[in-house]
């Protein structure tokens, strides 16, 4: 494990309070603000928990205990030298609900803390409450995608480029991070973040060892294909989500098809609701943020959502 990030770099000041929980080995930095439900939201590449700023405060506006987390080896989190497969960092993610002292959570996953919800959800059915996953199809639909759709393979070329040795993680932290903001502002709609909020996440992903943690969890996913470890994580995804599920999408993501994020609610044994904003890029919880909150609070509060 490598010394904790630069607090300055991750450690934002705001209304909500820093604090590291231990979970699964290591050790996890969390940003919370409110009391009430547990909604433990999940970040996704090329950013980290401050991707939620916007969403913490609704949430606890709205009676919620929101949590965001750095996901293992990115932000405040610890850097291991192993453990970035999918089964795992699903594991963070339900060891941090029970260190919280929380009997469950309402999870809400953006780009790969979507995959890991969608994975915490059918590991871990206990501990998942309800299930908000943005930009990202189910496992098996993205691995099905990335497969069979010429065009989803083109979309997701970066991840193709991640599998190269050592030659990713330079390029994302050379120049102050420069290729990590070209990302954010390619993947966005028209309304991508403030130039201010994507240098942030420029000075994060230079933080040591930072850029190659990010990187692991796509070279696992791509180089799993075709070994019995990953047969057996995606056949354990067959098992379906039994929570209500909301699943939300850019109508111009770039980055994940509409059409490979379509259709994931043949996984879902319970009320199911798909909502595109129309419009809005990879990042619809930054580039509308007010839009987003409202609906995924409407949702939390609804008592019976429909499919």
Partial sequence: MTDPAPSSAVRIEGPWTHRDVAANGARF???????????????????????????????????YRAVAMDLRGVGGSDRTPRGYDPANLALDVTGVIRSLGEPDAALVGHDLGGYLAWTAAAMRPKLVRRLAVVSMPHPRRWRAAMLRDARQTAA?????????????????????????????RDWSGPRPPEDAAVETYQRAMCIPSTAHCAIEPYRWLVRSLARPDGVQFYRRMKRPVRV?????????DPVARTRSAAGSGEYVEAPYRWRLFDGLGHFPHEEDPAAFSTELVNWLEDPEPDR
């Fill in 156 to 184: 997701g070329s970066y991840i193709w480029g991640f599998q190269r040795p050592w030659i990713p993680e330079r390029q994302l932290a050379a120049e102050g991070g420069a290729l990590t903001g070209r990302l954010i």
């Fill in 244 to 252: 209500p599920t909301l699943h939300l999408h850019g109508s111009l």
């Fill in 29 to 63: 930095h969390i940003a919370e603000l409110g009391d009430g439900p547990l909604v433990l939201l999940l970040h996704g590449f090329p950013q980290f928990w401050w991707t939620w700023r916007h969403q913490l405060t609704a949430l606890a506006d709205a009676g």
